[in-house]
């Protein structure tokens, strides 16, 4: 694998490449599209199990972080939806040059779905096909969820007296705070990530998708909706695996389920056969 720096000169993105094994090169490569903040932690050892994996059977992939987040230039703060797509399409490109692959796929991971369907628009080549995992469908939703993963993660200390009782770490008082699950927001990020919603599927350009659900949750109707209504062909799996997405600690899950890397494994190399 080859750590390296891509994009502009200014604000260069870090990656890590994982070239194709020789003389096995499928002439197909995969881009890892990370999630947001502590969730991005939690899928970190996969996607590099995964990249591994894919390549010594003959498939490129590329990792990479997102402006402000990672390795990559940038502060917590400076992170915003429009920055990240833009970097997504980079990432596309930095692949693409490296690889030479005549077809590319994504892996998406929570809110990278979103990220990834903004990035098609106007995208050339667009991606061949795209793995789903548990998309982000409705953005007030998902920050309904990462608030109450935040509050869980400072009760202890708020019981403890160790803060004070600012309201930051409440459902009503997270959307306007700073900070995450220790990753400090944007200003106008909470409210960009309320706007996200399944209608941003729509913009999605591929062949095919495959969504991966955790059990028991189905596939979301809005979702397939959308992925309709774009001409994609979806294709639903269930992982039989709970996955925490927001702990920090992995406590009573499993920090690289098996279960969802062999269905990623097996999706893509069902594409290369």
Do not use: K
Not at 166 to 185: M, N, R
Request: net charge negative.
């Amino acid at each position: 694998m080859t750590p390296l720096r891509f994009g502009g000169p200014d604000n260069p993105l870090y990656g890590v490449f994982h070239p194709a094994h020789p003389a096995r090169n499928s002439g197909h490569a995969v881009l890892l599209c990370n999630p947001l903040g502590q969730e991005a932690v939690r899928i970190h050892r996969l996607y590099r199990l995964l990249a591994e994996e894919l390549a010594q059977a003959g498939t490129a992939a590329l990792r990479f972080d997102y402006f402000g987040t990672g390795e990559s230039l940038g502060e917590d703060e400076d992170g915003q939806l429009d920055r990240w797509v833009d970097d997504l399409r980079l990432a596309h490109a930095e692949l693409l040059r490296r690889s030479r692959a005549r077809q590319l796929s994504w892996v998406c991971a929570r809110l990278a779905g979103v990220i990834a369907a903004r990035a098609c628009v106007g995208l050339t080549p667009a991606p061949h096909r795209i793995g789903l995992w548990a998309p982000v469908v409705s953005g007030e939703a998902y920050l309904a969820e990462l608030r109450a993963a935040h509050a869980r993660a400072l009760q202890p200390l708020r019981q403890a007296g160790a803060l004070p009782p600012t309201g930051a770490d409440t459902a009503e008082g997270a959307i306007s705070c700073t900070e995450l699950l220790g990753f400090g927001l944007h200003p106008d990020l909470p409210a960009q990530l309320a706007r996200v919603g399944a209608a941003d599927y729509r913009a999605l350009r591929a062949s095919e998708a495959v969504v991966l659900t955790h059990e028991p949750d189905p596939m979301p109707e809005d979702l397939a909706q959308a992925l309709n209504g774009a001409g994609i062909a979806a294709v639903h799996q269930s992982v039989p695996v709970h996955f925490d997405w927001t702990s920090e600690e992995a406590v009573n899950t499993a920090l690289v389920p098996q279960q969802a890397l062999q269905a990623l494994s097996q999706w893509i190399r069902g594409i290369d056969a």
